[in-house]
């Protein structure tokens, strides 16, 4: 559940399920977070970055606006507004960090990146002659992202004239690290920066993520052998419904077609990575996974070298990740309880 601001919030354990007998077992203790962060609403913009400053930045899809919250005392800068003009958007897709403070927003509906200075005043404009997946991160005098093209390709926007340019292509592997197509849309995923200036793409319909290094050369395949996740009774009965409010004029014919479409949804694995990954202070690897049980989320975590640890269970859903220091701060919604449906930030460390 959302975090109350409480001191027997601060007490609840989340117990960590060690992959294996002999591994230690976690435990993860909640953090007591101001109640305006626990009902900050995010649908539609699931974005999660720590700012330099220790703030947490986030999106106001509604606003339009760009959020930097204090996680100590809740007070928040707001940056932006509905439209066209300069520091205005109409849709915020990606954000990136600078080591500066800066930050990068990429509004695709206006077709270009907007830099915000370290003290939040806008500064330049990048127009854009192509379209972008994600922004990584701010280098310099560019900005590392992903091209929407298929295959993707990760590489660097020219701050002063737009252009992109492609530096590699991190082609998806399979659980044996041969390099598949990467035009098959296998890997519509997650590519996370890492520090030596490669990335860790996370398979959205495979349970994998590839580490690549600067020249897209794979160097580590993190997976985990289990069972692909089904959809639960719940859910399937829950699709059945919708489809059926969906299609309340389909002829009588035409219903076992629908039904049909049921059951292919019933028999078919859930995508993984519905998040970015993150990377502690330590550089492990947590993976937010499909898996919900009752009223929590499971994320799983790899060592540095990309060996599977241990399996987390975290309370509600789970729509983006970030760490600073040794807390892990989550984005997402509460489920179950007079609270169900509440969306905010909640915080944990390992106990």
Sequence with gaps: MFMRPTLAAV??????RPAASQTPTLRLAAVELPASLATLPFRAAPILLVHRSGCLVMVDAD??????VKPTSGQAVRQGAKGSGPGEYRDLRSIALSNAGGLAVYDPANARITIIRPDWTVGST???????????????????????????????????????????????????????????????????????????????????????????????VMQRAIPPELPSKAEVAQRRAQMLKMNAGLPAEKQGRLMQLVDEYAKAAKPFAPAAPAVDRDGRVWVVTPRVRDDSTELDVFSRAGVFTATVRVPGTIEAIAFEGDRLYVLGEQLGGEHEGEQGVRAFREH
């Design 11 to 16: 007490a609840a354990l989340l117990l960590v």
């Design 63 to 68: 606003a339009k606006q760009v959020v930097c």
């Design 126 to 220: 990048i127009r854009l002659m192509s379209g972008f997946e994600q922004l990584i991160r701010v280098a310099g005098d560019t900005i590392v992202a992903v091209q929407a093209v298929r295959p993707w390709y990760v590489g660097v926007i020219d701050r002063q004239s737009g252009t992109f340019t492609a530096r590699f292509t991190p082609a998806p592997t399979d659980s044996n690290g041969l390099v598949e197509d990467p035009h098959s849309g296998d890997w519509s995923a997650w590519v996370l920066a890492t520090s030596g200036g490669g990335a860790l793409v996370a398979s959205a319909w495979r349970y994998r993520l590839s580490r690549f290094d600067a020249r897209g050369h794979l160097v580590t």
